[in-house]
């Protein structure tokens, strides 16, 4: 994993990837933020948070490196992924549940770029089964249990007592997509059925990511690594590595806005 981190000396910022991340309105953007700054940290080549136009001065004041594109409708999503630079999009931190969300997240999925859907974006999916047609191989899910349950309600692991596992394979199965199913266990599964496990337990514990908007940060991390030519499950695996490696070298006290601040020290101790 390391020497995949290992960026190129001779390359320049759009080698390493051009990440999307969808936003929401005003006063719903710290997640989206948190999921931007997660994905420059992670090593994308540049980084760019789509957010409706009136939300673009709260995130503005919040924001320097991360750049900003207002999307007021379907049609200046369409355009803005003309841009084939763009190698990897985030939908779901702060996006909102309304018919607009439900729209522009049919669009995104619709251009088949390698996409991670987190939070809102797992509540739309599980509303529409127009929607969930739209999944495709690069695409990721990142749900905790909660969320899990209303996507697969019939996989539930209470229900059916299958082990974590067994059921997020059947779910990557089902969908055609890699499942992330977060937990101090973090399954990650893709439909060939291979699936690998991150454990944070034990002697690699790290209680302190049981904190708010922390899972922001990780679809941040995971859409960074495919911006950057991850393979869907190698994002998705080295992303959750990385996240609790970064929440155990900060310790307790951590919030989510530690989390990216924390990667250089974990590259430094990977030797990149």
Same mark, same amino acid.
């Given at each position: 994993?390391?020497?995949?981190?290992?960026?190129?000396?001779?390359?320049?910022?759009? @080698?390493?990837?051009?990440?999307?991340?969808?936003?929401?309105?005003?006063?719903?953007?710290?997640?989206?933020?948190?999921?931007?700054?997660?994905?420059?940290?992670? %090593?994308?080549?540049?980084? @760019?948070?789509?957010c409706p136009p009136d939300a673009i001065l709260e995130n503005a004041a919040r924001l320097d490196a991360v750049m900003l594109r207002p999307i007021a409708d379907q049609a200046d999503l369409a355009f803005a992924l003309?841009?084939?630079?763009?190698?990897?999009? +985030?939908?779901?931190?702060?996006? %909102?549940?309304?018919?607009?969300?439900? $729209?522009?997240?049919?669009?995104?999925?619709?251009?088949?770029?390698?996409?991670?859907?987190?939070?809102?974006?797992? @509540?739309?999916?599980?509303?529409?089964?127009?929607?969930?047609?739209?999944?495709?191989?690069? +695409?990721?899910?990142?749900?905790?249990?909660? $969320?899990?349950?209303?996507?697969?309600?019939? /996989? +539930?692991?209470?229900?059916?007592?299958?082990?974590?596992?067994?059921?997020?394979?059947?779910?990557?199965?089902?969908?055609?997509?890699?499942?992330?199913?977060?937990?101090?266990?973090?399954?990650?599964?893709?439909?060939?059925?291979?699936?690998?496990?991150?454990? *944070? @337990?034990?002697?690699?514990?790290?209680?302190?990511?049981?904190?708010?908007?922390? %899972?922001?940060?990780?679809? %941040?991390?995971?859409?960074?690594?495919?911006?950057?030519?991850?393979?869907?499950?190698? *994002?998705?695996?080295?992303?959750?590595?990385?996240?609790?490696?970064?929440?155990?070298?900060?310790?307790?006290? /951590?919030?989510?806005?530690? /989390?990216?601040?924390?990667?250089?020290?974990?590259f430094r101790a990977l030797g990149l």
């Amino acid at each position: 994993m390391a020497a995949a981190l290992r960026k190129d000396q001779a390359a320049h910022k759009y @080698t390493h990837g051009h990440a999307f991340i969808l936003s929401g309105p005003v006063g719903r953007g710290g997640a989206g933020r948190l999921a931007a700054r997660g994905a420059l940290r992670i %090593g994308a080549g540049l980084v @760019t948070l789509g957010c409706p136009p009136d939300a673009i001065l709260e995130n503005a004041a919040r924001l320097d490196a991360v750049m900003l594109r207002p999307i007021a409708d379907q049609a200046d999503l369409a355009f803005a992924l003309e841009d084939a630079r763009i190698t990897a999009l +985030c939908l779901g931190p702060a996006l %909102g549940l309304e018919e607009r969300e439900a $729209e522009l997240a049919a669009v995104a999925l619709s251009a088949r770029r390698p996409t991670v859907l987190d939070a809102d974006a797992l @509540t739309l999916l599980a509303r529409d089964a127009k929607l969930r047609e739209g999944l495709h191989e690069a +695409c990721i899910l990142t749900p905790h249990e909660g $969320e899990f349950a209303r996507l697969f309600p019939d /996989l +539930c692991m209470k229900e059916t007592a299958q082990s974590k596992v067994d059921a997020a394979r059947a779910a990557a199965v089902r969908i055609g997509s890699v499942v992330l199913l977060k937990g101090a266990e973090t399954v990650i599964a893709e439909p060939s059925g291979r699936v690998a496990v991150n454990e *944070a @337990t034990s002697d690699r514990a790290a209680p302190w990511l049981a904190t708010a908007g922390s %899972g922001d940060v990780l679809a %941040g991390f995971v859409t960074g690594l495919l911006a950057r030519g991850f393979s869907p499950f190698d *994002a998705a695996c080295a992303g959750a590595w990385l996240h609790v490696e970064a929440a155990r070298s900060f310790g307790p006290g /951590l919030i989510a806005e530690d /989390l990216p601040e924390e990667v250089p020290k974990v590259f430094r101790a990977l030797g990149l």
